[in-house]
């Protein structure tokens, strides 16, 4: 994705400003917002490295299979709420949009994020309906 291009998450910036250099590793998201934005950046662009790499260990999954017939197509994210809960602990409410073989998706979720050694990391997260 070229750097001038709208960033997928929504933002407003150019994905070279905004989750570019963390999906390159060039730089660490600097919030769970962040982290989390770049992670539905991550979604948009089929990159499991980076969505395994940002997932803590305690709770990642061996592989991620990203191979959905027909793939989805993402169109949107709202994030809802972004709360630290204390120096390295947050939570992020947010809803993506997606198509799967043309039909409307959507996915709810306050997930929970941890920062070690100044890096955040996705943990889990609660569905909502």
Do not use: N
């Not at 905004?18 to 060039?26: D, I, K, R, V």
């Not at 630290?84 to 198509?99: I, Q, T």
């Amino acid at each position: 994705m070229k750097p001038a291009t709208p960033c997928p998450c929504g933002s407003g910036r150019a994905f070279g400003a905004c989750c570019g250099p963390s999906l390159s590793g060039e730089r660490p998201a600097p919030t769970a917002e962040a982290l989390m934005r770049s992670r539905y950046t991550a979604f948009t662009l089929r990159d499991t490295a980076y969505l395994l790499a940002s997932w803590h260990a305690s709770t990642r999954p061996q592989d991620l299979a990203l191979d959905e017939h027909p793939p989805p197509k993402w169109i949107g994210l709202e994030v809802r709420a972004h709360r630290p809960l204390a120096e390295d602990r947050a939570e992020v409410e947010f809803l993506a949009r997606c198509r799967i073989g043309g039909r409307a998706q959507r996915l709810h979720e306050t997930s929970r994020f941890v920062r070690e050694d100044g890096r955040w990391y996705y943990v889990d997260g609660d569905l909502h309906d």
